[in-house]
Structure formats: structure tokens, C-alpha cells
């Protein structure tokens, strides 16, 4: 039975053991024994307690104590060293044996392995404890909540900031410690999140420890077990005080320069940002003040939180050192900072009366432009001495920057109304308008001038087609051309005639070039010019150019005629000298042979001399660089009337023309041919000069002649000349008149030939003669004409001519 | 024919050079021709000279120019002006300014006589 009891122990999972009330061993069971490798005689009585932790042992020794003395079951745990000297846990459970009369006689105990249980709790505690010191450890606050809305736990920070205990906070109802006004709106999100189980997100202010609220960003987050229900919720709360006054101070800048792009007047934009910085700044009072136009003082720019008697004492002040921070800052165009007024003592005059107005603190800022010129300045004024944060600085820094793109932008604003104007007034005066468009969508952009000159109101919708309806139909294919050109990027410079509603032309020229925008596309900018004022005067210019040129023809005339004159008078001159000399030599007594023979042999020579003159008077129009035109000879015909009608009315001269209607243009130097009519007239006037007894009649004829020429007549009514004669009228030096020098003919027949035409004279039937001409229409060869010069001989050593004017 | 008047020619045209003086020695005159107003006025006939058939337009000192000189010097010879360039405006100005004659080129033996029997008759 002892055996079959001592089985059964021994298979009992535990280490079992009884013992005497003082703790001497009298039992230990054989798993005890293998555990320990303790024999069990040597443990029993005091010897198990070599198996036991020195550490643990008073505590075990007093609670075996415990239960002895107040014969309750017992629990404990205490570690054991094993046979192979590694110590674990147990747990050691024992009860109390009593004898009949109620004594404690025995102890029974059985010990459980607990080691690898207490290992895992071990572990879960470290786990707990790192856990606890990453969430107390997060830079944000942290806040763990019961599903009814208790805090369960707030990290380090979150008690840091509020200034409290998480005693305190466990009792705080939630949502306690935002803003008033942000406090209704927080516990509805967090029962809405609470009941759904949404995560929550909000951004609200928090009350500081200090009673500042700043704004904090909460994000909550809903832990579940493993059936999914919710057992705790997680926040997490950012502080983004930071962020919120950015965000504050760029939607004020942003509104600010809004009012800058709307063109708000200045002062409302200057009030406004004054505004934001007492607000953005707090506890603070804003002014700005902007050097007049002469440069020389302050003029008020906005001041909306400052007494009004205040800001009247300083408009008006001189910008310069000892006016005020104000000036000074404009003039240094620097920052002036005066922390403390009362012991202020650069501006005498001004600090006491800013004193007066409660100030005492002044920071003045210039407002410069953005080539660096001091347009103003920015002043901060506060009730107490200050000194600027570096924060206040950037602050301040940005806003003088928008002062000085507001100031800035209204000066540019003006300049550009003027310029615009100026613009304006420049397109209306030059009747230029200038033009821009997208030839692709077919988008218009035209100056006022533009619409003036098309004749649209400004209100019509440009298209190409409204374009083309104003322009000559004759011309739109060029203007079709020219924009079609331009869709290809390409410049057009072209002119056309618009055709405006009243039946009016206008000549316009338009100069485009192509260019790419930004984006890519084809825009065509170019200007639009109204040429018919310009093209009116044009014409009238050309008259008178053409009215020159007749007068400079028969200048040239003249000139030729005098340079003629002259190279053949010199030889002549030597003629009739030698010729007269020659005379008297042969009639003296004795006659003087030799010399008669010498001065003979001189009027030759220079009869040959004269001939020569004329030989090449001949050469230059036979050759030469002629210019060949194209000319209706009855329009210069009528030309050539025209120039000489003064002079021919009063030689009593009565024209008839006879001009043909069918004559062919021909190939010639107008010039030249004009040159030999006008020859012919002059001839004729003379002719007539001495004519009383007839009328003076000059009757010019063209008309179309054989093998495509063109014939010319003169026919005058004058002295005429005997058909024996008909030839030598063509010499040089032939001439029926008294003033003539016989060259007019001479040259006029050269002309003609070098036109490959031919001259000719005929008697009248009754008195005078006629004088023809006919040219082929083309000429087979190309014609030519040379200088005036060309007909002086070659220079002699001791002989050269030069025509001084006297 | 040892006290002939002596008349002097002033012209760049070598035929009116070279026919002048023959013509001037007819009608018994000593002459002396000059291409230039210069060469003339650095010659030592100026002087001399009792009458000037005189060119207008020369290169250089034209013959006008040369009439002032000889004002200016105080010399003043009587002037027969010649000029091959007829501008009916140029005589009448020569006139004026003291000449006593302006001949257009061609003129005739017989016209340069009375000029000179002019000029010979008056002093």
C-alpha cells in the first residue's frame, strides 16, 4: 500500500514534498530527487534547502511560517537549482496537515516547473515597458482612450504640454482641453468616430499649460481585439501652430497681392497689409509712409490702427536724418530699430510726441523698389520696448516686399496708362495701328488704331473673313497669300486697297512677322499703316519730281548748248583771227608771204580742231550708254508743249497737234528724243520769228509709219529753205538763223540714228518747212548717250577749259 | 615803228596766242601774249602794257580777278575782255566794273579794231 501510494506521488506532475512544521524535510518525491540530483537522505531535514535560490530563501522560509501559523494553503515562488546547477522558477504550493486536535503536524507541498511561464511574462513586461517608452518617447503627443471616452493613457508629452498628471487626466472628460469655439465641433467627430468606428481627424486648438492655444492636428485610430471589436482608441496630435500661421499669413499675402492684380488704389492695399501684421504679430501697430513725388518729404500711405493725430504729425516731415525713424529709414534706405523711445535720442522732436501717443517702441523698415530706391518705409510700433525676433524680421521682410510690388505696381500702372496713351496717340497720329493674332484658331488682337483704319467698331469680333470683306476684291488673293504665309510663321510685307462702306479706297501697308508664344503656337504681330494720305502726297511729289525734270531738261539743254558753244567758239575765234590776219598780210605793200602762208596754215588747223568738236559731239550721241524706256512718244510729245507753251505764246506761236491714237510704245531715251522735239519747236518758233503777214503756225503730227516706226513732224510756217539746201540743214555749223550756231539739227539728227531712225527735212508746198523724224518701235540694236564732256578735245598741255560762272 | 603801243594778250587758248599778236603787229601794235594772269603779272611788260586783251574764263586767276589786281595795284590798264562763252549778262558787269570792251568769241578783225582804236583814241 506504502509502495502503491509512493507510485502514485511520484507520477504527480509536480515536484512533492512534505515536511515537519519547522521545516525539516521528511518526504520528497523521486522527480524531486532527479530534479535536485540530491540523494534522499542528504535532503531530507535541512538539506533540501540547498536546493533553494539564497535569494528566495527568507522569503520562503517566512511563508512556510505563514502557513504554519495561520494553517491556511499557501502560494509562492522561489527558484530551484537543478542537479545540473541551473536555477528555475517553481511555484510552490502547500497546505498545512493537522492532527485531531487542530495542531499543524506536516506540511505537503507540490512544486510546478514555472520557468517558461515566467520567461514569457518576463518578456511580455519588457515588451510593455519599451512600448510604453516609444509612445512617451514619440516628439507628438499621444493619447491612448477607452472606448467611453477615458483617457487610459497620455504620454509624457501630452502631460507635458497640458501642464498635468495622468491622475488628472484620467478624471478630465474628453475634449476638455480644446478651444471653446473648436470644442463642439470636436466631440461630435469624436462620437461620430466612437460609433462608427471612423478613424477621426480634426484640426483643432489646444490649451497650453500657459493658457496659449495653439493649433494641433488629431488623428485617432481604433485598436481592435481579434473579434474585431474596438477596445481602445489611439490619437496622435501634431502641433502645427507653426503651419496655421503660415498658412494664415500666405492666404493674407495672397490676398494682399490679389488687391495688388485687381489694381485696388493704394491705400487700400497698404491698410490691408498694415492689417494682416498687427494681426499676424499681435500687440502691435502698423503705418506706412511713402516719399512724395519730389522725393524731398513723407506722404501718408496707410496707418488703419493708429490715432489719427498721431499720423498727421508725421505726414509732411523732410526725409532726412533728424526727422523721424520714418525719414531716416527712407533717407539711409536702411532699417532703423529704436527698441526703447524713452531713451531715444536721434529724433528730439518726434520721440515725444510718440511718447505721448503711447509708444515706445519703433521699427522702421524702407520700402525699396526693385532697382534698390527707397520708396517709403514700413514702421511697427509697440506699447512696450521691444526688439524685433528674427520671425518678426522675416515678417517684416516680406511685407515691404509686398509695400514695395504695391507701391511699385500702381507708379508702373501710371506709367503704363501713359505710355498706352502716348501709344495711342503715336498709332492716330502716324495712322498706324499695330496687330497680333493666332492664325490657327483665327484670334484677333488689334490696337484702337487698327479698328479705326478697317473702319470697325472696337466691339466687332475679328476674323479673317470680316478682314477679307474690307479688302479690294482685286487684292485679296495677295492678302489670302500673305495670311497664309503667316500661318506658316512666315513675315509678310504687303500693300492693298481697302474698300470702306461709303465707296472710299484706302491704301494701306502691312508688315507682319511670325513668331512663336510660349506655348508653341503661331502668332503673327505685325502693323497696319493707312498710306493714302501718304500715297496722295506720293503722287503729287511725283508731279512735281516730273515738272523738275522738264525744267532740268531744258536746263541741261542750255548747258549743252553753252559747252557747245564754247569748244567751237574757241576754234573759230582762232579762224576768223588768222583768216582776218591772213587778209591784211596779203594786202600790205610788200605782201607778207610767209606770214600769210603761216596764218593760213593756222585757220586750217583749227577749222580741223572745230570739226573735231563736232566729230565727237556726233560720237557721244551715236554710242554711249543711252537709257532705253519705254515711251509714248505723244505723251512726251504733249510734255514738251507743256514746257514750252509759255515760251512759244509769246513768240505768238499757235500749236495744232495732230496726234495719232493707235501709236505703238517705243523703245528710246525719253530724254533724248524729248531733247530733239524740243530742237524742232525751238526751231520752228524761230523760223517764224519775223513772220507778220501770216499766222505763226506750228502744226506737230505722229503717226504710225511703215516697218513699225513711229513718225514725228514739225511743221512750221516760216522762213523755209530752198530744196538745194534740204541736206546741208544737217551740217554742223549750218544754220539759216542770225543768233543759231547750226549744232541744234546736227545733234538732233545723231540722236535719232542712234535710235536707228532717221531725220529729214521737206519745203511746204506753201511757206515754211517741215522737219520728221521716224524711230522703229524696238530698236534692233541697243541705243546709247555719253557726258557733255565727251565732245572736248583732248586736253592741251597749255589749254585746258575750265566754265567758271562769273 | 620804233614807239608802237604795246598790247598783251592773256588767254589759255593757244590759237588765240598765236593768231592775236599777228593780227595786233597788222594793225602796228607790239604784242605780247601770256597763257596765264600769272605769268603776266610776273612778266615785266605789266608796265609796259598800254592795253590787255584779256580771256574771262581761265583756270587759275580767271580775267576778271586780274582786273580787280590791277585796280587794287593801282595799275590801271585799259581792258578789252574776250570771252568764248556767250552770256548776254557777262558784258554789260564787265562794263560796269571798267572794261573797255567785251568781245564774244568768234569776232572779227574789224570788231577788235574799233575796240582797239577805242582804247588808243580815249588815252
Not at chain 1, 21 to 43: M, V
Not at chain 1, 682 to 699: H, I, Q, W, Y
Request: proline share 4%; net charge negative.
Amino acid at each position: 500500500m506504502e509502495n502503491e501510494l509512493s507510485r502514485v506521488v511520484d507520477a504527480l506532475p509536480g515536484l512533492v514534498w512534505t515536511a515537519l512544521p519547522d521545516g525539516h524535510a521528511d518526504f520528497l518525491n523521486s522527480r524531486w530527487l532527479e530534479y535536485t540530483g540530491l540523494g534522499s537522505e542528504e535532503a531530507k531535514g535541512k538539506g533540501w534547502l540547498a536546493a533553494i535560490h539564497s535569494d528566495d530563501m527568507p522569503h520562503l522560509l517566512e511563508y512556510l511560517e505563514t502557513i504554519v501559523a495561520s494553517g491556511e494553503t499557501g502560494e509562492f515562488e522561489a527558484r530551484m537549482r537543478r542537479f545540473d546547477g541551473a536555477y528555475r522558477w517553481f511555484h510552490f504550493q502547500a497546505s498545512p496537515l493537522r492532527d485531531p486536535m487542530g495542531r499543524v503536524i506536516r506540511l505537503c507541498g507540490i512544486n510546478r516547473d514555472i520557468e517558461d511561464r515566467r520567461r514569457a511574462d518576463e518578456a511580455v513586461r519588457v515588451l510593455e515597458g519599451r512600448y510604453r517608452a516609444i509612445v512617451d518617447g514619440l516628439p507628438a503627443i499621444v493619447t491612448l482612450l477607452s472606448t467611453d471616452g477615458h483617457v487610459e493613457h497620455a504620454n509624457r508629452y501630452m502631460l507635458e504640454y497640458l501642464g498635468t498628471t495622468s491622475e488628472e487626466m484620467r478624471d478630465r472628460a474628453v475634449g476638455q482641453a480644446f478651444h471653446p469655439d473648436d470644442r463642439p465641433e470636436v466631440l461630435k467627430r469624436w462620437s461620430h468616430s466612437a460609433e462608427t468606428g471612423v478613424p477621426y481627424d480634426f484640426e483643432a486648438r489646444l490649451r497650453r499649460a500657459d493658457g496659449v492655444y495653439r493649433w494641433f492636428h488629431t488623428s485617432g485610430f481604433p485598436l481592435r481585439d481579434t473579434e474585431g471589436r474596438i477596445f481602445l482608441w489611439y490619437f496622435l496630435q501634431t502641433d502645427i501652430e507653426d503651419r496655421k500661421r503660415a498658412e494664415a499669413l500666405l492666404f493674407g499675402e495672397k490676398q494682399l497681392l490679389e488687391m495688388v492684380a485687381r489694381g485696388d488704389s493704394r491705400s487700400a492695399v497698404l491698410e490691408a497689409l498694415c492689417r494682416l501684421v498687427e494681426r499676424t504679430a499681435s500687440d502691435c501697430y502698423c503705418s506706412v509712409v511713402l516719399a512724395d513725388s519730389s522725393g524731398k518729404r513723407v506722404e501718408h500711405g496707410a496707418a488703419p490702427s493708429l490715432p489719427s493725430t498721431f499720423i498727421n504729425s508725421i505726414i509732411g516731415r523732410p526725409i532726412n536724418l533728424e526727422a523721424g525713424p520714418c525719414g531716416m529709414a527712407t533717407y539711409l534706405n536702411e532699417q532703423i530699430i529704436s527698441v526703447d523711445l524713452t531713451s531715444e535720442t536721434r529724433w528730439p522732436s518726434w520721440c515725444p510726441m510718440a511718447l505721448k501717443h503711447g509708444l515706445q517702441a519703433c521699427w522702421s523698415t524702407p520700402i525699396s523698389s526693385a532697382d534698390g530706391k527707397a520708396l517709403g518705409a514700413f514702421a511697427i510700433y509697440h506699447k512696450d520696448p521691444k526688439t524685433p525676433t528674427s520671425l518678426l524680421q522675416d515678417l517684416i521682410e516680406q511685407f515691404t516686399h509686398i509695400a514695395s510690388i504695391a507701391v511699385e505696381r500702381v507708379q508702373n500702372d501710371a506709367a503704363l496708362k501713359r505710355s498706352e496713351a502716348l501709344l495711342a496717340q503715336a498709332q492716330t497720329l502716324s495712322l498706324t495701328g499695330s496687330f497680333g493674332c493666332y492664325v490657327a484658331t483665327d484670334e484677333h488682337f488689334w490696337s484702337g488704331e487698327t479698328f479705326n483704319i478697317f473702319g470697325y467698331e472696337t466691339s466687332a469680333n475679328i476674323s479673317f473673313k470680316l478682314i477679307l470683306e474690307r479688302v479690294h476684291p482685286e487684292d485679296r488673293p495677295s492678302i489670302e497669300q500673305a495670311i497664309e504665309s503667316a500661318a506658316n510663321g512666315l513675315g509678310c510685307d504687303c500693300e492693298c486697297r481697302l474698300l470702306m462702306p461709303d465707296g472710299t479706297l484706302k491704301h494701306v501697308h502691312f508688315v507682319a512677322h511670325g513668331t512663336r508664344d510660349h506655348s508653341g503656337r503661331v502668332e503673327c504681330i505685325g502693323a497696319v499703316q493707312d498710306m493714302t494720305a501718304h500715297r496722295r502726297s506720293e503722287e503729287a511729289l511725283g508731279k512735281a519730281r516730273s515738272e523738275l525734270a522738264h525744267v532740268a531738261r531744258v536746263t541741261s539743254l542750255g548747258e549743252l548748248t553753252a559747252s557747245i558753244a564754247h569748244e567751237v567758239n574757241q576754234p573759230l575765234s582762232g579762224i576768223i583771227t588768222n583768216a582776218g590776219t591772213c587778209l591784211r598780210m596779203l594786202a600790205a605793200d610788200p605782201p607778207n608771204l610767209d606770214g600769210a602762208r603761216e596764218t593760213a596754215r593756222r585757220t586750217i588747223r583749227d577749222g580741223n580742231r572745230a570739226a573735231d568738236v563736232v566729230a565727237r559731239l556726233r560720237a557721244l550721241f551715236a554710242k554711249g550708254n543711252t537709257v532705253a524706256d519705254t515711251v509714248d512718244l505723244n505723251e512726251a510729245t504733249r510734255e514738251v508743249i507743256a514746257l514750252l507753251l509759255k515760251e512759244l505764246q509769246r513768240s505768238r506761236v499757235v500749236v495744232h497737234t495732230e496726234l495719232a491714237g493707235d501709236l505703238p510704245a517705243i523703245t528710246a531715251d525719253r530724254v533724248q528724243l524729248q531733247q530733239v522735239i524740243l530742237n524742232l519747236f525751238l526751231n520752228a518758233s524761230d523760223a517764224m520769228g519775223g513772220v507778220e503777214d501770216r499766222p505763226r503756225r506750228l502744226r506737230v503730227r505722229t503717226e504710225r509709219a511703215e516697218d513699225d516706226h513711229v513718225c514725228l513732224s514739225v511743221q512750221d510756217a516760216g522762213v523755209g529753205f530752198g530744196p538745194e539746201n534740204a541736206e546741208r540743214l544737217f551740217d554742223a555749223f549750218y544754220t539759216t538763223k542770225l543768233q543759231g550756231m547750226g549744232i541744234g539739227l546736227s545733234v538732233s539728227r545723231s540722236i535719232v540714228e542712234s535710235h536707228q531712225g532717221r531725220m529729214w527735212a521737206v519745203p511746204n508746198e506753201g511757206p515754211g518747212a517741215t522737219f520728221s523724224f521716224s524711230i522703229p518701235c524696238r530698236p534692233a540694236r541697243p541705243i546709247g548717250v555719253n557726258s557733255v564732256s565727251a565732245i572736248r578735245p583732248p586736253a592741251e598741255t597749255d589749254a585746258q577749259h575750265i566754265v567758271r560762272t562769273l | 615803228m620804233v614807239d608802237r603801243s604795246l598790247v598783251s594778250v592773256i588767254d589759255d587758248d593757244k590759237s588765240v596766242r598765236e593768231s592775236l599778236p599777228d593780227l595786233l603787229n597788222e594793225f602796228g601794235f607790239a604784242a605780247q601774249a601770256f597763257s596765264s594772269a600769272e605769268e603776266f603779272l610776273a612778266s615785266i611788260y605789266v608796265g609796259q602794257t598800254k592795253c590787255l586783251i584779256l580771256d574771262v574764263a581761265m583756270p587759275g586767276m580767271s580775267g576778271p580777278d586780274l582786273q580787280r589786281e590791277l585796280a587794287l595795284r593801282g595799275q590801271g590798264i585799259p581792258i578789252v575782255f574776250i570771252t568764248a562763252r556767250r552770256d548776254n549778262g557777262v558784258r554789260p558787269r564787265l562794263i560796269e566794273a571798267g572794261a573797255m570792251e567785251c568781245l564774244f568769241k568768234p569776232f572779227s578783225d574789224t570788231a577788235l579794231l574799233r575796240a582797239l582804236d577805242a582804247v588808243f583814241r580815249g588815252s
